[in-house]
């Protein structure tokens, strides 16, 4: 046994080298998804690492770190499913507000399929009871319940890494007005961060409220954001309004547009809800737009179905969807080819 642990703490290199790798390709590319399975790989890793450490009583802490894991699995359906019932109580009943619900319904019921074949291997129940079918059920609920899992680290990931102040545009996404006239909360939040980055920076740099309006909104998004702006103490001439964009890729492309007219140096703050700033990234790539990505606070009980929809939306485009279910049927291809034969 020891000479395995001191087989592994000898990989320390290794680990070294998966987090600088993980860490350089953030900074680059932070919009490749790739990178999200990297940084869980760089994590599987370091937990080994770490309990190597331990010596005599590495195996012990490996098994209560199992443990935790398997507890906190078993509690992941229970608090979507809580949180899916409160979102729908705060906000309203809709597609949108029942992902983190719906989720936890699919990875529970994955859970107890997986029960169920546990049991059966052990002898507790017949074996008769348990069918293929039941383990393509469990492999497809570990498959794209790790998707999503890897997808909500690395948004998490990017938000912690620090980014240093000295940015020529603050672009802020808008995000639909209270009345048609007022920032809601979720918005006021987002020009709050870039207040924040504004103050922040040496060379006060241009803040680029992006939106345009809705047919519900007495004026756009852009210029209610200004309002704001002002009211809170940055000067107009700091103020370029994008006010002719209706989704997040036309705010990125009409800010560019804006940007790209003018001289100077053009390092880019991208301003969004924190749930928000990985897809901003990867459109952001597809217009061209060089950036960082900066995400502002949201209420707790918001964020699992905000970050959930967020991932269906990037599940959705064209070539993640492609590679994503070419994926799926590699890994469960041992349990399809079973079933068919």
Known sequence: MNAILESIQALWPMLAGAWLLTIAL???????????????????????????????EGPTFALISFLLVMLALLLVPLLLIINGIQMIRRESLCLAHC????????????????????????????????SLWVMLLVWTVFYFSSLVLSFVIYSIFIQVLPHRMNFNYVIIHGCGLAGGERLTRLLSNRVDKAMEIYEKCAVKPIIIPSGGQG?????????????????????????????????????????????????GQRKTALVSSNYHVYRCLRLAKEVGLRCTGIGADVAFYYWPSALIREFVAVFLSKRFLIWSLAGYLLFVSPTLYALLR
């Open 26 to 56: 953030v900074i680059l590319r932070p919009q490749q998804y790739i990178n999200s399975f990297l940084l869980m790989f760089s994590l599987l890793v370091t937990l080994i690492f770490v309990t190597s450490c331990f010596g005599e």
């Open 99 to 130: 992902l983190s619900l719906a989720l936890g319904l699919f990875v529970g019921v994955g859970e107890l399929a997986a029960i169920v074949y546990v049991l059966s291997l052990s002898g507790t129940i017949g074996a008769e009871r348990v």
């Open 215 to 263: 047919g519900d909104e007495k004026l756009s998004e852009a210029e209610a954001m200004r309002r704001y702006l002002v009211e809170h103490g940055i000067p107009d001439e700091h103020i370029i309004l994008e006010d002719r964009s209706a989704t997040t890729a036309e705010n990125l492309a009409f800010s560019k547009a804006i940007i790209d007219g003018r001289r």
